[in-house]
């Protein structure tokens, strides 16, 4: 008997009456099946965070929402092989990556457990006699919509900060990822201290749950990551409302090389940047921008090291970069290759779909470069979101710096230079939420990150990443003035 990943609402499963398959990616293989959750289902979750919002002391009692974050951070430790499995398995990341990014959740809940304590209002006597306070409250339910591609740690990046805030949340996570989603709401339903309805978790195949949380008066606030072209249209149905959103959007990342950068510490990191995740990413390095001087010996070494790219299912420990999510994506990834070279990209590393073999059976994508020279390109300028490099030739910084920014998104950007004085003038420049300077990927719980431009609006990790669920009163007490 196949078990049915469930949704988990107000405290307990609920099951839905159509049932779709979840897919292991590098096989096609069927690995169980869900419960595609419904509009009702998402009614129910805002009805649910709604109430425990308004009749439990969550929004006011910082002791227990700092006592759960730590419960929940011990409760993703003691289930972390069973997520990195799972995950690896339906996802389709390599085991080290899957690692990555589970290991990344406990310290971020921990990190937000100790923000619940140490937050403060402000008070001040403006005025002899007159006392003003102002307070930081929770907004109320905080809708977070999740992607497939790194399911457990963009869910807690979002829902960590949202429960420090003392919101309540309604969490809408992709169908294509049921079984992780419901290992996820596993390990939250143990935490015993969580009052019921606080956390609510649904998978959807469609969009339909989403369009609920975008358009209900009851949400007053949505953390969403995805693409740039959903992060407008939702912008503009939740502005009727005048919504608070925070949104983590497409990007795509520049890596800067200039002549006098050490390529054998460049180079492996440019590879990873591009095959990390098989390149679905945010932050996926997808553009290279390299000085002339040393261009043809980079592109050489980069060259060889993308061919030499194991690409394999998750469970062949000597993987080096896993499927993409479904067969739909590898198309829609060797298409926009294809236009590419049919405007005049050159090729350096033709990878491409996996058509023989075992491997055909998965949706695999071998990594590919291409040299570009016209910066207007959709190759450049979108976002691919596949395991797809694209190297331009520069001579100096100021055109470096041109071509960098000469795109509609900012979420990061990353400079490799030996020179002291060089990067930080570079990524002073460069329009960017999040600047590497001889590295890659580099992210901390305490430092935010977030995007420029189409990338997004407001911030992730650190302080500032609560202020997105969080509205200021100012309360104001006239006492008088007492005369002796």
Known sequence: MTLIAKNWINGEWIDSDVHKNSINPATYEVIGQYADATQADAASAITAAKNAFKHTDWKDNRSLRSKVLHELA???????????????????????????????????????????????????????????????????VAGIIVPWNSPVVLLIRSLAPALAAGATAVVKLSGQTAQTNHLIAKVISEVTSLPKGVINIFSESGGSGSKLLIASPDVPVISFT????????????????????????????????FNDADLETVVPKLEKALTVFAGQFCMTGSRLLVQRDIAETLKAKLAARLQSIKVGPASDEDSDMGPLIDKPNVERVNKIVEKAIAEGSKVI????????????????????????????????QKETFGPVLTLQIFDTEAEAIALANDNEYGLAASVWSRDVDRPLRIAREIDAGTIWINDWAVVYDEFEEGGFKQSGLGRLNGVAAMDDFIEYKHITISSGVVNL
């Open 226 to 257: 995805g693409s740039t072209a959903t992060g407008r249209a939702i912008s503009a149905t939740g502005a009727q409302f005048l919504k608070r959103f925070g949104l983590e959007l497409g990007g795509k990342t520049p890596m800067i090389v």
């Open 74 to 140: 011990n409760s993703f430790e003691k289930y972390t092989p069973e997520l990195v499995e799972l995950l690896s398995t339906e996802n389709g990341k390599v085991k080290a990556e899957a690692n990555f990014e589970v290991s990344m959740v406990p310290s971020k809940l921990r990190y937000y457990a100790s923000l619940t304590m140490t937050e403060y209002g402000r008070a001040l006597e403006p005025k002899p006699g007159s006392f003003s306070i102002s307070l930081r409250q929770a907004m109320g």
């Open 349 to 380: 590393v033709r990878g491409g779909p996996i058509t023989k073999g075992e491997l055909a059976k998965g949706a695999f994508y071998r990594p590919t470069l291409l040299e570009v020279t016209d910066n207007s390109l959709e190759i450049i």
